[in-house]
């Protein structure tokens, strides 16, 4: 019977924002699986990797403990959690390992009509509802502002209007929201995306080689995901024109065409996306036959 202790366990949230971004994310890193009964794990099929489906707010804590070895979790909340562990003495807290693209949003204050807001000094002696008590905390402390913060574990955009807050502090990703609720977005306290997050327990040698190699597959997944091949024939007196006009790429390869001294080949990884206007301008300065291909895999 094989060792489930040298297995990888993820946790990933289990029905929400990031779950669909989370999973697709690992499959595009080679990880097929089957759901359990339950539907709480996901085995790994082709790795020894298994997935937990969690909520989001318990991944800190299964990390932080060892219970789960990674997670992919927002840093609006590691942030609070990581807060939250500093404040009752834990010492050895779980690293964040990669930044993920997808999940973007911020934690911003935001204010009714009623409330005047220039700087952190507007919010002296103010009620402020958040479902981040300790993000918020930690700001006013940075800030030196005295106000109280009124937890909330949702729906704190209908704090103010109840009269519990004077204002609030709360994700914001199209601002819809807020102004659904008469909220003025004031000030960005946290920049957030997902994250990978990973056990402050030292892993053992074969569960660290396959979380390096997980890790450098998520990085590859990344970097294709804007990454385009561009190939195109330009005259050898436009290249430094053209190479200038290609968003985020290396050294191209230059190939002779067959009979012509004149033009060139020219291929190039862009680990940009390459929009029409780029497209309109290589035509421009010269280039010819050009095509973009999506890039599939990648491994610096
Ligand atoms: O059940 P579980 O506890 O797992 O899920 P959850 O309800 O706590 O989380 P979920 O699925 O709503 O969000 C998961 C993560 O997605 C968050 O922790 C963030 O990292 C990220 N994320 C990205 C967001 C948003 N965008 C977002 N817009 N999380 C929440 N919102 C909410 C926000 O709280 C507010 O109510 O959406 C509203 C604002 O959106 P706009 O577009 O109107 O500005
Ligand atoms: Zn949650």
């Not at 097929?32 to 800190?60: F, H, K, T």
């Not at 050895?92 to 952190?120: K, M, T, W, Y």
Request: proline share 4%.
């Amino acid at each position: 019977m094989q060792d489930q202790s040298a297995r990888i366990k993820i946790a990933v949230q289990k029905s929400g924002r990031l779950t669909e971004h989370s999973m697709d994310l690992l499959s595009r890193c080679g990880l097929s699986y089957s759901r359990g009964r339950d539907q709480l794990i996901c085995y790994g099929e082709n790795m020894p990797i298994d997935v937990l489906l969690v909520r989001d707010d318990d991944i800190p804590r299964l990390v932080q403990e060892d219970v789960c070895d990674l997670g992919i979790v927002g840093i609006n909340v590691t942030e609070e959690a990581r807060l939250d562990f500093a404040a009752n003495g834990v010492a050895n807290l779980f690293e964040r390992v990669n930044e993920l693209d997808f999940g973007h949003c911020r934690l911003s204050f935001g204010i009714p009509a009623s409330v005047e807001f220039q700087d952190a000094r507007s919010l002296e002696g103010l009620r402020i509802a958040t479902s981040y008590p300790r993000i918020v905390e930690d700001y006013l402390r940075r800030k030196n502002v005295n106000a109280s913060v009124v937890e909330f574990s949702g729906a704190v955009e209908i704090a103010p209007s109840l009269g519990k807050a004077d204002l609030i502090c709360d994700l914001v990703s199209s601002g819809g929201t807020m102004r659904a609720h008469q909220l003025e977005e004031v000030e960005t306290i946290l920049e957030s995306r997902a994250a990978l997050i990973q056990t402050p327990v030292k892993l053992a040698e074969e569960k660290a080689t396959w979380v390096q190699r997980l890790l450098q597959r998520v990085e590859g997944v990344q970097q294709v995901r804007e990454s385009k091949y561009i190939m195109l024939h330009a005259p050898r007196s436009a290249l430094d024109s053209i190479r200038a006009l290609l968003p985020g790429s290396e050294a191209p390869t230059i190939m002779p065409l067959d009979g012509r001294d004149d033009i060139v080949a020219m291929h190039a990884v862009c680990r940009e996306n390459i929009f029409w206007e780029t497209l309109e301008d290589l035509k421009d300065a010269g280039a010819s036959s050009i095509l973009v291909l999506p890039v599939e895999k990648m491994l610096a």
